[in-house]
């Protein structure tokens, strides 16, 4: 193993250099990589080097498709039952662990504590309900299609397949990903963010620990080139992508190009309306909650706020709760939102309010001076709203992915929708209302994969799958629930015949029927 205590979990670089280094892991071992190319993850809070990790050579990574290209046939036949026990086993050492992996997702990207633990468990409930795959996976049966002919059909694994993740995510994503897919039969490549690949190396060990066998996952680092390596890899199956727009439809042609079938994921800008009759309370604090909590990084963030009828009265208390939360490095006990992933993250977020600014928002709160003590080179950006947004500025158009909240005003629910359905993105969108029948009309005519009635941020749970749309979602087959089944397998349709005097004397030439 490669000893998780030491890179995972410790904020403080230790003292040699090698020691930080991420290794690979390939045919169930973990491999320090030959590569001369390693980038420094760094804590966002601190700008401290926690680990490195390196660009795999292409040689290492052959050895990682072919390590799973060799599991591949044993492992499909291990009953179904057996590969769900692992799971079972893998569940409960993901528990044993919560805390240290919560402690290295925050040392890594930034969220708090609390935050980080949501990120596992949510991923955790995905390996729980790979528990159940015998009956997931289950075929169908049609007996006598004709005279002594069943027709059956069957879901088989199919090959190997690879997995690419975001930085936002470190726990959860990677587990909408391998467990689905090993489960089903399939072998694995995972490729991590390389800003955060921490998460990833603990999970896989795990899955070790819990008795997965040598080669069926394999865990490889780097960017652009391993990922363009695994679009072009003959031997890889299937892609499961999340992240952005740029690479996720890059991935999705390159690989579709190669004949792999890819579900990929990728950006959002997730719009709330706020009807009239909201319960004030309720309302304010999700939109406070799912506006600036994980720093606004989350995929679901709710970043726009359309308001029916007005907005001053709303804004006026949102401003008020938005202002009392705390920023400060996510390790520590008070910290409401901890900082974004990055300097360029923190720039790009300054750079869309600003322009926001200059192009006629008003500034209603802005984050952007903030200074933690203690942290004082932290990524941090304060809570900050903007009103007076249109649909034509820069800050409305781009996914901003930041503490930033967005005010919008609309003078009917027909409005609000259709402000909505312009946007290029799909992935989520709520409304905030007592009126049943004005949200039964928006769930109707939204165009959003994942709609939310008083709830801010309406991440499906795993017996659902998780539904982008339009931009937010490219490939036919979603991630996990039966979708999630689907895409890490095959139909294989099977008819047979059993009857006492099969044929005769006469050949029949013609199509058969029944
Ligand atoms: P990113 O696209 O920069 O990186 C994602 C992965 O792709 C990484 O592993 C990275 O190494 C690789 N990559 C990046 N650019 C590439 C390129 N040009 N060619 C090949 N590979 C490339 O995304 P990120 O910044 O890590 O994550 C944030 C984005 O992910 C946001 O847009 C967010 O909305 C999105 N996201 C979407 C969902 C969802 O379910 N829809 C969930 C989480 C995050």
Redesign the pocket.
């Known amino acids: 193993a490669f000893g998780s205590s030491h890179f995972s979990t410790s904020p403080q670089p230790s003292s040699s250099d090698h020691n930080k280094r991420v290794p690979n892991l390939i045919g169930g071992r973990f491999l320090d990589s030959k590569s001369s190319n390693f980038i420094d993850v760094l804590n966002p809070a601190t700008q401290e080097v926690v680990s490195q990790v390196p660009l795999t050579t292409d040689e290492e990574f052959k050895a990682a498709v072919s390590a799973a290209k060799k599991a591949f046939p044993s492992w499909r036949n291990t009953p179904v039952t057996t590969r769900q026990r692992v799971m079972l086993k893998l569940q409960e050492l993901i528990r044993r662990d919560m805390d240290k992996l919560a402690l290295n997702i925050t040392t890594e990207q930034g969220k708090t504590l609390k935050d980080a633990q949501g990120d596992v468990f949510r991923g955790l409930e995905v390996v729980e309900h790979a528990c159940g795959m015998g009956t997931l996976q289950m075929g169908e049966y049609v007996s006598n299609v004709s005279h002594g002919v069943d027709t059956y059909s069957v879901r088989e694994p199919i090959g190997v397949c690879a997995g690419?993740?975001?930085?936002?995510?470190p726990a959860m994503?990677p587990l909408w990903m391998f467990p689905v897919a090993v489960t089903c039969g399939n072998t694995f490549v995972l490729?991590?963010?390389?800003?955060d690949p921490g998460a990833s190396m603990m999970l896989a060990e795990l899955a070790l620990e819990a008795g997965l066998p040598e080669g069926v996952l394999n865990v490889v680092h780097?960017?652009?080139d391993v990922?363009?390596a695994i679009c072009d890899d003959d031997d890889i199956k299937a892609i499961s992508?999340?992240?952005?727009?740029?690479?996720?439809m890059?991935?999705y042609s390159r690989a579709a190009a190669k004949g792999k079938r890819v579900q990929s994921?990728?950006?959002?800008k997730n719009h709330a309306i706020v009807m009239p009759d909201a319960n004030v309370d309720a309302t304010v604090n999700a939109l406070v909650a799912a506006g600036f909590g994980a720093a606004g990084?989350?995929?679901?963030a709710l970043s726009t706020v359309v308001f029916v009828g007005g907005s001053q009265a709303w804004a006026t208390k949102i401003i008020e709760r938005a202002k009392a939360l705390k920023v400060n490095a996510g390790t520590e006990p008070d910290a409401d939102l901890g900082p974004v992933?990055s300097k360029q993250?923190k720039e790009r977020v300054h750079r869309l309010v600003q322009s926001g600014v200059e192009s006629g928002a008003r500034l209603l709160l802005d984050g952007r001076n903030i200074v933690v003590p203690g942290y004082e080179s932290g990524n941090f950006v304060g809570p900050t709203i903007l009103s007076n947004i249109t649909a034509d500025m820069e800050c409305y158009k781009e996914?901003i992915?930041g503490p930033v909240l967005l005010f919008m005003e609309a003078d009917s629910l027909e409005d609000a929708i259709s402000i909505i359905n312009k946007n290029k993105y799909g992935?989520g969108a709520s409304i905030f209302t007592t009126s049943g029948v004005a949200a039964r009309k928006f769930q109707t005519e939204i165009e959003a994969g994942q709609v939310g009635i008083n709830v801010p941020i309406p991440v499906p749970l795993p017996f659902f799958s998780?539904t982008?749309n339009k931009a937010?979602?490219a490939g036919d087959l979603n991630?996990y629930g039966k979708a999630g089944v689907n895409f890490y397998t095959q139909i294989k349709t099977i008819t047979q015949q059993w009857k006492d005097s099969v044929g005769g004397s006469k050949i029949n030439m013609a199509m058969p029927t029944s």
């Not at 992508?241 to 996720?248: I, Q």
């Not at 990084?297 to 679901?300: H, I, L, N, S």
């Open positions: 690419i993740c975001p930085f936002n995510f994503i490729k991590p963010s390389e800003k780097g960017t652009h990922v363009n992508f999340v992240g952005s727009n740029v690479a996720g890059h991935i994921n990728m950006g959002a990084q989350r995929c679901m992933i993250a996914e992915f992935n998780f982008g937010s979602f991630f």
